[in-house]
C-alpha cells in the first residue's frame, strides 16, 4: 500500500513562504493523482490543492489560488505545495493523499488514504 509522508512545516511569520514536501513510499506513485487538504482546529477540513498523475491539470482553492502552487517531481515519488503570501488564516495542519482524480472544484476531492500530516503555523 502506498504510504505518503509530508514535511517542511513550521512557523512563518505572515507574508512568509512555506515548501511542503509529500514523499510516497512505492514505485507506482505515477498511478496516483494527489491532493492536498488542511485541517484547522474547529474548522472542517478544507482541499487546498490537487495535481494529476502526470503533473498536468492543478487545481486550487479560491482562498489560496494565485499564492500556492502545487508540482510533482514522479522520478522522486514526491508532491510539492510552495506556499508564498502565508497569512494567519493558513495555519492548520496539511496533509497529502491519494485521489482517484484532481477535479476542477477541489471541494469535491476525495481522499482515499493521507499522511500523517504537518503543522503549519503562520504568526507574528
Known amino acids: 500500500q502506498l504510504q505518503l509522508v509530508e514535511s517542511g512545516g513550521g512557523l512563518v511569520q505572515p507574508g512568509g513562504s512555506l515548501r511542503l514536501s509529500c514523499a510516497a513510499s512505492?514505485?507506482?506513485?505515477?498511478?496516483?493523482?494527489i491532493g492536498w487538504f488542511r485541517q484547522a482546529p474547529g474548522k472542517e477540513r478544507e482541499a487546498v490543492s490537487c495535481?494529476?498523475?502526470?503533473?498536468?491539470?492543478?487545481n486550487y482553492a479560491d482562498s489560496v489560488k494565485g499564492r500556492f502552487t502545487i508540482s510533482r517531481d514522479n522520478a522522486k515519488n514526491t508532491v510539492y505545495l510552495q506556499m508564498n503570501s502565508l497569512k494567519p488564516e493558513d495555519t492548520a495542519v496539511y496533509y497529502c493523499?491519494?485521489?482517484?482524480?484532481?477535479?476542477?472544484?477541489?471541494?469535491?476531492?476525495?481522499?482515499?488514504?493521507w499522511g500523517q500530516g504537518t503543522q503549519v503555523t503562520v504568526s507574528s
Open positions: 512505492l514505485f507506482s506513485f505515477d498511478y496516483y493523482a
Open positions: 493523499g491519494t485521489i482517484t482524480f484532481c477535479p476542477r472544484d477541489v471541494a469535491d476531492t476525495k481522499f482515499a488514504s
Open positions: 495535481i494529476s498523475s502526470s503533473g498536468g491539470s492543478p
